[in-house]
């Protein structure tokens, strides 16, 4: 459980079945999520901002794409753009770049994760959903190193285990739950 | 592993007061993710070392420039933003006699290639100089070669037809081996050189400057500078295009421009 403990900020790393697992989680926030939400889901550069859209039709939050400078405001959540790696700064505002791809995406979880680790330490929260690659494993791993804390869904639920095996693999994952425990985690984070 | 902010600081004054590269108006995350990659791959332990092996040896330097300094770019990268230079700026342009272009951080050359073929299939390649410049040596160096790997071609072949190309992708360049070489007769035009836009000053007056998906990697303070070294640096009515994420939101000029293209951030100096 949280317990007593402040979050700043959640971050989640998706990719392939990843639309309806943060369906599910959107779905499940409280009303009035006080955290901002920073997500990398895998997507085509061509989406533009469908996902958004999708996305923003499942929460009351405000949904929209991160841009560049902007800084991370509480209760909204935020969508690395396609085609960018999408990095946070210790000011709390986000970068852009088109580095090559890290683990074949860009953008990258593991990127976004390992900027964010350092921006929030122990203030984060660190969940890595369904996937059929490796990325957001290193990342989790930072996370966890700076005292973040860290989630897996249950690979035995998420439609392509891959990507959370490969984050429980590295040993640094504090809480291995299915989307339902995950939402019931989020819905107990104490309000800041 | 993480980089003390005072070493880091200290690390890129040094750099700058003795080589004259000035990274301190980047943005952070990105630099300090590009240094660590460079430390690990060199088993470099501590930013005091670095620093100590970087100033003691130039070559170091060099090798530790290109790391720090090297993007990555493709053909005709964002489709639409090609499309709407062809229907919305091609046909002013061609009202000049003579056409001067920047492309400002143009990293590997792939989008100079790419706005060279639309000049040509415009007709007016013939009477334009595109200058294109980068800060890194190394990927001038592939620019001027104009030899990209033939895997690419197909994606690229994709992003030129969506971008409103007019002929076939594959009369531009030669197959060898694994790799393609873009036709000389694009090249007849384009002036390669090195210019860091953190520091060096304007050196010409164009029609258009492409700088596209470089200020992302900019603090907002260099940001300003550079969009005032670009305001200062196009003619009357001449055109701007940036990155599909950056805009002129943080110059000192934004009334300067007019939007031509909102979504595709093509901008006219108006004033």
């Given at each position: 459980m949280p317990g007593g403990k402040r979050y700043e900020a959640i971050v989640i790393g998706a990719s392939a079945g990843g639309l309806h697992a943060l369906f599910y989680i959107l779905e499940h926030l409280p009303e009035k999520f006080s955290l901002p939400v920073i997500i990398?889901?895998?997507?085509?550069?061509?989406?533009?901002?469908?996902?958004?859209?999708?996305?923003?039709?499942?929460?009351?939050?405000?949904?929209?794409?991160?841009?560049?400078?902007e800084s991370i405001e509480k209760g909204i959540i935020y969508l690395a753009p396609p085609g960018y790696h999408l990095l946070i700064e210790t000011d709390r505002t986000f970068s852009l770049t088109v580095d090559q791809p890290v683990s074949y995406s860009r953008p990258s979880v593991d990127v976004m994760f390992e900027t964010a680790a350092v921006a929030y330490r122990e203030g984060l929260v660190g969940i890595i959903l369904t996937g059929a690659n490796r990325d957001g494993a290193a990342g989790i791993k930072r996370i966890s190193d700076y005292g973040g804390f860290t989630i897996a869904q249950d690979p035995a639920e998420a439609q392509f285990p891959s990507m959370p095996a490969a984050a429980i693999a590295t040993k640094s994952v504090k809480k291995v739950g299915t989307l339902k425990e995950i939402s019931f985690f989020l819905s107990k984070i104490p309000e800041v | 592993m993480e980089l003390d902010n005072g070493a880091f600081r200290n690390l890129l004054k040094a750099v700058h007061s003795?080589?004259?590269?000035?990274?301190?108006?980047?943005?952070?995350?990105?630099?300090?993710?590009?240094?660590?990659?460079?430390m690990g791959m060199h088993r470099i332990n501590e930013l005091a070392d670095l620093q100590s092996l970087i100033l003691r040896d130039e070559n170091i330097f060099r090798d530790f420039l290109q790391e720090l300094s090297v993007t990555v770019t493709e053909m005709f990268r964002d489709p639409g933003f090609y499309k709407s230079l062809r229907e919305k700026v091609v046909e002013r342009l061609a009202t000049y006699p003579f056409i001067k272009v920047w492309v400002a951080g143009c990293a590997t050359g792939e989008e100079v290639y790419s706005l060279a073929i639309l000049f040509k299939e415009a007709g007016i390649l013939d009477r334009s100089v595109i200058y294109a410049t980068d800060i890194n040596q190394q990927s001038l160096q592939i620019a001027k070669d104009g030899m990209y790997d033939a895997s690419s071609m197909k994606a690229y072949t994709g992003n030129y037809q969506k971008s409103g190309g007019t002929g076939s992708f594959s009369q531009y360049y030669m197959s060898k081996y694994n790799s393609v070489m873009f036709d000389r007769s694009l090249k007849q035009n384009i002036v390669f050189s090195a210019h860091n836009l953190a520091?060096?000053?304007?050196?010409?007056?164009?029609?258009?400057?492409?700088?596209?998906?470089?200020?992302i990697y900019f603090n907002q303070e260099l940001q300003k500078r550079v969009l005032d070294l670009f305001h200062g640096s196009l003619c009357m009515f001449g055109y701007l295009g940036l990155g599909n994420k950056e805009s002129l939101r943080f110059g000192a000029q934004q009334r300067s421009f007019e939007e031509v293209d909102r979504k595709e951030r093509i901008y006219m100096k108006i004033k």
């Open positions: 990398v889901q895998h997507r085509m550069a061509e989406q533009h901002e469908l996902l958004e859209e999708l996305l923003q039709s499942k929460t009351g939050m405000i949904v929209k794409q991160a841009d560049e400078k | 003795s080589y004259g590269y000035d990274f301190t108006g980047y943005a952070e995350a990105s630099v300090k993710r590009r240094i660590i990659h460079y520091m060096d000053k304007a050196f010409n007056e164009f029609q258009l400057i492409l700088c596209r998906n470089v200020l």
